[in-house]
């Protein structure tokens, strides 16, 4: 875990051999080293500079500061928090001097945060939906290659970032319930490489997470718009062009879309035991989708280990699921077929939207053509704030950027 440490020395026992004075004066002196020995540490300045309301008006983006003194963990330390400032003045940030913009995927983040941030800000301007602007604590647990808990490894090249690469693993862990930058991805593991350049300052190279693919881990790069292009696709994304009648049950038992936000809530920054974790580096997040929809439909008596209202194209326990219960793409063919016992709706209009409903969405970004990749549960109407696993969190709709989305309805199941 990477913290500030304020502790301060206490005095020893010999202290009652000396001369007072001096025991003061050695404190003192022990006092301003040890806050001089912080000064050097971290740099003489902040790493964002502070705004205030009306400046931000103005701004036109966040400005940040190297630090003059750095280290491996203090720049993944001032990456995070000028992100986060970013974030929350809903404005971009130049944070080339702590990221090595010779490899395509930093570049990419540049890229892909400032777009976030105008859609961000388009979105508050404009009333569209929630947009979060809070900033909440958090911390940065380091872990050891041995605790990994999937292959990652495997499949970098640590050769092309030159011997000096340095390769960081943490965790960022946040407040239970409070919703982050996305590419916190709070709960899960992070990668980092860092290079060192030849003033010996250390940069960010590379940075995975689960759903940084999506976002800007591609051999394609994440292409700038104008920000009259991204108001004509907001404008289009939240327009009122849509209109559905949720059809008549097929079967007995009715979807209970209450059930399902509650077990969303519960299980979204942990694992219930009760159903088995496919894992991050495979994509967790059908599977929870699942186990929130089954509890949807879940009447008294029914558990993970008999089928209840799990049907037999449709059914997890300890042991593992089907494609169709795990998978993005095997769950909505199954439901749109003729003979599936699984009724739903499908609409394309973030206006639709109800708590209960499932969110699937993919990367404009990853694909050529329209592919679903990711499944989320909407458990917030009025805030659009959505759970999902892989990575373990909450995350609003505000923030889906370079996204293209569809809305499913559970309707009855043939139990």
């Keep these: 875990m990477f913290l500030y440490n304020t502790n301060i020395y206490k005095n020893c026992d010999d202290d009652y051999n000396i001369p007072q004075y001096y025991v003061k004066w050695r404190n003192i002196l022990k006092i301003i080293a040890l806050f001089l020995a912080i000064f050097l540490l971290f740099g003489s300045a902040p790493a964002v500079y502070a705004q205030t309301l009306d400046e931000a008006e103005e701004a036109t983006e966040v400005r940040f500061v190297a630090p003059k003194r750095s280290s491996p963990k203090v720049a993944v330390m001032r990456y995070f928090s000028a992100l986060y400032d ?6 971009p940030v130049d944070i080339t001097p702590i990221i090595d913009t010779d490899f395509e995927m930093m570049q990419n983040v540049l890229n892909w945060n400032t777009l976030l941030q105008m859609r961000r800000s388009i979105i508050s301007k404009e009333g569209y939906c929630y947009v979060e602007t809070e900033r909440f604590d958090y911390e940065i647990e380091y872990i050891k290659k041995r605790d ?27 407040e239970e319930g409070k919703v982050y930058p996305p590419i916190f991805a709070v709960n899960s593991q992070h990668t980092v490489i860092i290079t060192e350049d030849n003033e010996g300052e250390y940069k960010i190279a590379y940075h995975y997470f689960p759903g940084s693919e999506g976002k800007f881990e591609n051999d394609l790069p994440v292409e700038l718009m104008e920000k009259e292009e991204m108001e004509a696709l907001l404008s289009a994304e ?14 007995e038992r009715l979807y209970n ?30 599977n929870f989708t699942s186990q929130s929809v089954w509890t949807g439909f879940r009447e008294e008596g029914d558990t993970p280990k008999n089928t209840g209202t799990m049907l037999p194209n449709w059914y997890c326990t ?29 609409f394309y209009n ?21 592919k679903y990749t990711h499944a989320l549960v909407l458990v917030d109407e009025e805030k659009l704030l959505l759970a999902q696993n892989s990575p373990a969190c909450f995350v609003y709709y505000s923030d889906l950027v370079n996204n293209y989305s569809r ?3 559970p309707v009855s199941i043939n139990a």
Aim: aromatic share 16%; charged share 25%; proline share 3%.
């Design 238 to 251: 939240f327009e009122n062009t849509e209109s559905f009648d949720v059809p008549e049950a097929k079967f």
């Design 350 to 370: 973030v206006n639709l939207a109800k708590e209960g409903d499932i969110v699937n969405i993919g990367s404009y970004v990853c694909e050529m053509e329209e």
């Design 257 to 286: 879309p209450e059930k399902t936000v509650e077990y969303a809530l519960t299980y979204c920054e942990k694992q219930n035991p009760d159903f088995y974790f496919v894992g991050d580096w495979y994509g967790n997040c059908m």
């Design 86 to 91: 970013s974030y929350t003045a809903m404005l």
């Design 407 to 409: 809305f499913i309805r």
């Design 318 to 346: 300890k042991g593992g699921g089907t494609l169709p219960w795990s998978s993005v793409s095997r769950f909505w063919n199954w439901t749109t077929g003729e003979k599936c016992g699984l009724q739903t709706v499908a």
């Design 148 to 174: 990994l808990d999937d292959q990652r490894m495997d499949y970098v090249n640590l050769k092309k970032y030159g011997s000096n690469a340095v390769v960081l693993h943490f965790v960022i862990k946040g």
